[in-house]
């Protein structure tokens, strides 16, 4: 895909539109009925709220009021030129990946997101591709639907929540699905989702996003340092959301205990931190110190661009942000698309991406 000519905006700041977003979502407009006697608890439906509006329904309460930015494709990539992005990867809002519904029930919604997902990334030519979803509360039917998303043109991997119903990322019951991902050669990508410590907010709903989605995402990558899974699958491609959380802040303690605790430096084994440098990072955090903080912990190669589009909390201008930040153009080049090509398993850039260089 050839990138874009950058733009001037301002005095002697060159911009482009070279950005790849690993981290956005998709709602399809409508929702399947149910195959079956009845729906289970759970199932979402749509209800109209205004022209370019619908409000997601779980259980006859709005979960949440989406635009069509969420389901239509022109509307996405027309906010692409604004933004600077050259290509998004596109998954399901995190809600639906629906691990708590029966896994029959699960299979059957996830179908349809994936079949909508690929339908987008078709109309795209070729600026959207797609991480799918799978029903992970049920191995057999996981890797069965991995399967089919590696079948089936345009996607470059999956997404899944910070906790498959409490059960943590690196504990060994989902080994088996990290393994076909490795295998099969199929980026994932760890999203916050019904987070750890609610009961401990003081504040309206949407403090869940705010505070919680970042710790229980630093939990699940802790988990996978305290697992060995990155050691063990050293071919994995395992990216978390939201600049990995809490972990950053995590990484000192834990490699602190292992020369304090026999017990944590025989569970981690290996550097926390040289771990932690192998997986993969989105840069959502909003805030220059924190993701130059980010970088100098994790890596200038591991980090990559993230918005959380089209939801009200997302980053609008995710390009100039990095841009803005200070780094020396080939790292701004890492972080706005090489890393992110890399993780999904893209084909590098035909030629480097503009990086705010002044004239």
């Known amino acids: 895909m050839a990138l874009s000519q950058p733009e001037e905006i301002g005095v002697g700041t060159m911009r482009c539109r070279c950005g790849v977003d690993v981290h956005a979502h998709v709602i399809p407009a409508e929702f399947p009925a149910y195959l079956g006697s009845a ?3 759970g199932w979402p439906s749509m209800a109209p709220a205004d022209a370019c509006h619908r409000h997601v329904m779980i259980d ?23 933004m600077g992005l050259a290509l998004q990867a596109i998954s399901p809002m995190p809600e639906l990946l629906s691990y708590w519904l029966p896994a029959a029930a699960a299979a059957q919604l996830v179908r349809y997101l994936n079949e909508q997902i690929a339908g987008m990334v078709n109309e795209s030519a070729g600026q959207l591709i797609g991480l799918g979803a799978v029903p992970l509360q049920d191995m057999d039917l996981a890797i069965r639907e991995l399967q089919y998303l590696k079948a ?7 997404e899944i929540g910070s906790n498959i119903n409490g059960v943590a990322v690196g504990d060994p019951r989902l080994d088996p699905f990290f393994e076909a991902c490795e295998a099969l050669d199929m980026a994932v990508f760890v999203h916050a989702l019904r987070p750890a410590g609610m009961d401990r907010l003081v504040g309206p ?9 970042p710790t229980d995402v630093g939990l699940a990558a802790a988990s996978v340092l305290t697992s060995h899974l990155i050691t063990r699958r050293p071919k994995l491609r395992l990216a978390f959301s939201h600049g990995g959380g809490t972990l950053a802040m995590l990484l000192p303690r834990l490699e602190q205990a292992m020369s304090v605790f026999p017990a944590v430096k025989d569970c981690v084994g290996h550097s926390p931190t040289a771990q932690a440098r192998a997986l993969f990072y989105d840069a959502l955090v909003f805030d220059t110190p924190t993701l ?3 970088v100098s912990t994790f890596g200038e190669s591991q980090l990559m661009l993230g918005t959380d589009y089209p939801f009200n909390f997302h980053d609008h201008r995710p390009v100039a942000r990095i841009q803005d930040a200070g780094f020396a153009p080939p ?10 090509r890399r993780f999904l398993g893209l084909p590098s850039s035909p030629s480097p991406a503009s990086t705010g260089i002044t004239t």
């Open 205 to 213: 709903p949407p403090l869940q996003q705010v505070l919680a989605y």
């Open 60 to 82: 006859g309460k709005n979960y949440r009021t989406v635009s069509d930015k969420c389901w239509t494709t022109a509307r996405r990539l027309a906010d692409f030129e604004d």
């Open 331 to 340: 790292v701004q080049d890492q972080l706005l698309q090489a890393n992110a």
């Open 292 to 294: 130059q903080h980010l």
């Open 152 to 158: 089936t043109p345009g996607f470059a991997g999956v």
């Open 39 to 41: 729906a289970p608890a």
